[in-house]
Every structure is written in structure tokens, then in C-alpha cells.
């Protein structure tokens, strides 16, 4: 799978979850906090999207809680997807 696979993958998940509010142009750039204003029900939502899309190799959950509140702040959505691309690389 392409990177550019998994970016559409993933921002077709971020607009399913987001519903109304996800009207806006996802790229590797867009920052989950800044950009999207994802709030934390949200991202337990795109956390279990990413788990039923993507099934247990993609440990997205677990991935989440390596990083500190401000490296979770800062998260952009290429970084969710460089995650996704080595997961799957190494299945």
C-alpha cells in the first residue's frame, strides 16, 4: 500500500468520524489539534475506525500513549500515516 493510499484511507476515516465538521482538505501536513480541532471523543472514535479498517497490526491505540500531551498536541495527520505505512510493512 502507497502512502498515498493510506492518507485517502485515512482521511476518508477522519471525515466519517468528524461527520459535518469534516469539510475540511486533509493532507500529511493537517494537525490533528490545530488544524481539525479533534476532540478526544473523536480520536477514541478514529482509534477504533483505524482498528476495524486496519484490524491488529496497527496498533494505534498503543502508539498514542508513547508520546507526551505536547507530542500528541503537535500530531499531524503524516505521522498517523508513516505509523500506519510501518505497521504495515512489517506484517
Keep these: 500500500m502507497s502512502t498515498r493510499d493510506t492518507l485517502d484511507t485515512v482521511s476518508r476515516l477522519i471525515h466519517e468520524v468528524m461527520g459535518d465538521d469534516g469539510l475540511v ?6 494537525s490533528f ?21 486496519y484490524g491488529a497490526g496497527v496498533d494505534f491505540t498503543g502508539w498514542l500513549a508513547g508520546h ?3 507530542a500528541l498536541l503537535a500530531l499531524r495527520v503524516g505521522d498517523l500515516v508513516a505509523h500506519i505505512d510501518r505497521c504495515l510493512g512489517d506484517a
Design 68 to 70: 507526551s500531551l505536547d
Design 25 to 30: 482538505d486533509i493532507d500529511l501536513d493537517t
Design 33 to 53: 489539534s490545530d488544524d481539525l480541532e479533534l476532540e478526544s471523543i473523536e480520536f477514541v472514535a478514529l482509534a477504533e475506525a483505524i482498528q476495524g479498517h
